[in-house]
């Protein structure tokens, strides 16, 4: 299908630089160059265009990948690389029901909503109206609204849900909320929780054995990319390191669990 008005193009520059942009009317400037955004209507994804300064652009067709990456962000993102596994681990997919705590910019939202499909739905609680507010226009971009239920308020005690398929807790003090996971989650269903430092790790082990969870593990997630000199292939001078802890665990009889690791 060709390019209209409304829809989101990559633009990938000749210096590797790259722009996730919604066709408009109106026209880009790059340090080095500009495009007018309305005539990529009518073409097609992987053309190439030239700016005003013949410098040339790849229309690329954006991944759900570039839309995290781009997301507009008041706080510190759930990166790509600790996504996969997130989504891996609670099983998120068609028709589940996914419930998360803490919203932040939205990129992990928007990767539940984008895999629960139409039959499925994500509950995200989120206490600051700045992020539940931008967290909803990041979502839009893919439009994924009707799938997410947002709420505007911090839990202490419990969850509105019960019987849910997957937990996810992204707050400064997880091991609170550790209980009120419990109740909401199926029989046997999983939890996950992101936490910066490893005394956040060592609360939240001790509330997760203590209120009945088991299969339990902590990771940390690296991502080196290579150069892609085909004749001096070699690691990048950087890398994503740490970005993050992630502790999953799934649900099990109210007692305290004998696999203390």
Same mark, same amino acid.
């Given at each position: 299908?060709?390019?209209?008005?409304?829809?989101?193009?990559?633009?990938?520059?000749?210096?590797?630089?790259?722009?996730?942009?919604?066709?408009?009317?109106?026209?880009?400037?790059?340090?080095?160059?500009?495009?007018?955004?309305?005539?990529?209507?009518?073409?097609?994804?992987?053309?190439?265009?030239?700016?005003?300064?013949?410098?040339?652009?790849?229309?690329?067709?954006?991944?759900?990948?570039?839309?995290?990456?781009?997301?507009?962000?008041?706080? #510190?993102?759930?990166?790509?690389?600790?996504? !996969?596994?997130?989504?891996?681990?609670?099983?998120?997919?068609?028709?589940?029901?996914?419930?998360?705590?803490?919203?932040?910019?939205?990129?992990?939202?928007?990767?539940?909503?984008?895999?629960?499909?139409?039959?499925?739905?994500?509950?995200?609680?989120?206490?600051?109206?700045?992020?539940?507010?931008?967290? #909803?226009?990041?979502?839009?971009?893919?439009?994924?609204?009707?799938?997410?239920?947002?709420?505007?308020?911090?839990?202490?005690?419990?969850?509105?849900?019960?019987?849910?398929?997957?937990?996810?807790?992204?707050?400064?003090?997880?091991?609170?909320?550790?209980?009120?996971?419990?109740?909401?989650?199926?029989?046997?269903?999983?939890?996950?929780?992101?936490?910066?430092?490893?005394? #956040?790790?060592?609360?939240?082990?001790?509330?997760?054995?203590?209120?009945?969870?088991? #299969?339990?593990?902590?990771?940390?997630?690296?991502?080196?990319?290579?150069?892609?000199?085909?004749?001096?292939?070699?690691?990048?001078?950087?890398?994503?390191?740490?970005?993050?802890?992630?502790?999953?665990?799934?649900?099990?009889?109210?007692?305290?669990?004998?696999?203390? !690791?």
């Amino acid at each position: 299908m060709s390019i209209k008005k409304g829809d989101y193009v990559l633009l990938l520059s000749e210096d590797g630089k790259t722009y996730l942009l919604e066709v408009k009317e109106e026209r880009f400037h790059t340090h080095k160059d500009c495009v007018f955004l309305g005539d990529l209507i009518g073409k097609d994804y992987g053309e190439v265009i030239t700016g005003k300064n013949n410098r040339r652009f790849y229309v690329l067709r954006p991944t759900l990948h570039d839309f995290l990456i781009k997301v507009d962000r008041l706080t #510190q993102i759930i990166y790509p690389k600790d996504i !996969g596994y997130i989504l891996l681990k609670l099983g998120v997919g068609p028709g589940k029901t996914v419930l998360e705590c803490g919203c932040g910019s939205g990129a992990l939202t928007t990767a539940f909503a984008y895999m629960v499909g139409d039959s499925g739905k994500v509950i995200s609680y989120e206490k600051e109206e700045r992020f539940l507010k931008l967290a #909803q226009k990041n979502i839009s971009r893919l439009n994924l609204s009707d799938r997410v239920e947002f709420k505007l308020r911090e839990v202490k005690d419990a969850f509105d849900e019960s019987e849910v398929d997957a937990v996810f807790l992204d707050v400064k003090e997880p091991w609170i909320l550790v209980k009120p996971a419990w109740n909401a989650l199926k029989a046997g269903a999983p939890i996950g929780i992101l936490v910066p430092t490893t005394n #956040q790790i060592s609360l939240t082990l001790k509330e997760l054995f203590t209120t009945g969870f088991a #299969q339990v593990e902590v990771v940390e997630i690296l991502l080196r990319k290579y150069k892609t000199n085909p004749e001096r292939i070699r690691p990048e001078d950087r890398m994503v390191a740490h970005t993050g802890f992630l502790i999953f665990a799934k649900k099990v009889k109210n007692e305290r669990s004998s696999d203390t !690791g």
